[in-house]
């Protein structure tokens, strides 16, 4: 099975939780995104920089099948790689490179560094640069339920108008509101304290007209 000749590029891939840039698209941003290292089949690591990430297609019986290689500008690992035994640091000259054509390698074999021009003000180190091997993005694996946080689906049993429980104070006023409203159904009518009704009180100093005018007609005849 033979990949098909036409193949995609891309300026930039995220894998292993890096994201690479290639020397290219990365080389004027304010981070390194392009410094590559990958372990050989020897346990020694191989350093360098990302050049281009191509998209290899395969055609199968019964679906296509796809890869990312990586094309790198090596380092050379023998003569071009120092690591402070004590420290651990490791330092590359980024003026040799690896002698052998072997610049692709797959994807998801390379891990992400950083280099930085070495912290000295000897000329004899300005060809060195130190490597900074960057950790991979952070990522949280967490269960995702269906439904939402704090609802709940169903209510088996939801409150009516009836089930609700008035204050002490709410039964209080409710009941003074019948009392009210019983006691003044009867307008202009109410009983006093001994249980008399008090009605309109008529007027005793108020004469009759039929009284007056036989009081005035008398006083004519005398």
Known sequence: MEPRKDVRCWDHYF???YNFHTYSYGKNKSSMN???SVKGVDNVEYYGILQEVIELTYLGT???YKTILFKCDWFDSTNGVNIHQHYKLVDVNHTKKYPKYDPFVLAYQVTQVSFTPYPSMKN???QWWAVLKMKPRATIDSQMDDIAPFQEENNDNPPTLSHLDMTEDESI???ELANYVGESSEFGVSEDEDGEE???EEDESNINEQELD?????EDED
């Open 15 to 17: 894998i292993n939780n």
């Open 34 to 36: 392009y410094g590559v």
């Open 62 to 64: 019964h679906q296509l």
């Open 124 to 126: 004899d180190r300005n």
């Open 173 to 175: 006023e409710g009941n």
């Open 198 to 200: 008090e009605g309109e």
């Open 214 to 218: 036989e009081l005035l007609a008398n």
